[in-house]
Nanobody, 125 residues
Framework: QVQLVESGGGLVQTGDSLRLSCVAS????????MGWFRQTPGKEREFVAA????????NYADSVKGRFSISRDTAKNTLYLQIDSLRPDDTAAYYCAAGRFGPIDTMSSREYEYWGQGTQVTVSS
């Protein structure tokens, strides 16, 4: 079955950088919009960043603009999230998601068909 497997999370300090990876299997990321969401306990899953199915454009939550960068390697069928200048309020479980076929509202979690298991990012002050 389709699998999305995230990695790259960890415990870091304020100002550090991380690169999260999401390897897709049984699914071609070229054909789907791909996104990153994050969630903290007791809160709803929050949109972070997405890249369109054609790879031509990306969008970001206002809170991460200028610090986060989403990209993909189609040869490796892998999605990335480069996170710079980490802050304590970036602490969350980060999830990779694959959108349903066709154009979608990339900021809405309801538009995504497949989800990874998440990778934890913890930022200490």
């Amino acid at each position: 079955q389709v699998q999305l497997v995230e990695s790259g999370g960890g415990l870091v300090q304020t100002g550090d950088s991380l690169r999260l990876s999401c390897v897709a299997s049984k699914l071609n990321i070229v054909n789907r919009a791909m996104g990153w969401f994050r969630q903290t306990p007791g809160k709803e899953r929050e949109f972070v960043a997405a890249i369109t199915w054609g790879g031509g454009s990306s969008n970001y939550a206002d809170s991460v603009k200028g610090r986060f960068s989403i990209s993909r390697d189609t040869a490796k069928n892998t999605l990335y999230l480069q996170i710079d200048s980490l802050r304590p309020d970036d602490t969350a479980a980060y999830y990779c998601a694959a959108g349903r076929f066709g154009p979608i509202d990339t900021m809405s979690s309801r538009e995504y068909e497949y989800w990874g298991q998440g990778t934890q990012v913890t930022v200490s002050s």
